[in-house]
Nanobody, 116 residues
Framework: QVQFVESGGGLVQPGGSLRLSCAAS????????MAWFRQAPGKQREWVAL???????NYADSVKGRFTISRDNAKNTVNLQMNSVKPEDTAVYYC??????????WGQGTQVTVSS
């Protein structure tokens, strides 16, 4: 079964940048639409960005124009470039398959804290 391990989080000032990475182990990565999700304290997990197996992308309105999702099928990785971050971007970020019925168990995620 595929597993996802997120990394790259940390403390960043408002307006700064951060790059998250997700490494996949197991089979089926290259044929799956992948996504980043996030969960802020006291809130439900929400979808942030999507990338199809052919590279098509889509973003939540809250991050459109600031975040960029990319993938490297040869390396089984998905990245999220976060620019112009805001305090409301503070959350634990997770990656997983986009289609809910195909998702792997959630990993530990990576904490992003935006604060001055």
């Amino acid at each position: 079964q595929v597993q996802f391990v997120e990394s790259g989080g940390g403390l960043v000032q408002p307006g700064g940048s951060l790059r998250l990475s997700c490494a996949a182990s197991g089979s089926g990565f290259s044929i799956s639409a992948m996504a980043w999700f996030r969960q802020a304290p006291g809130k439900q997990r929400e979808w942030v960005a999507l990338i199809t197996n052919s590279g098509g992308t889509n973003y939540a309105d809250s991050v459109k124009g600031r975040f960029t999702i990319s993938r490297d099928n040869a390396k089984n990785t998905v990245n999220l470039q976060m620019n112009s971050v805001k305090p409301e971007d503070t959350a634990v970020y997770y990656c997983n398959r986009f289609v809910s019925t195909m998702r792997a168990p959630w990993g530990q995620g990576t904490q992003v804290t935006v604060s001055s």
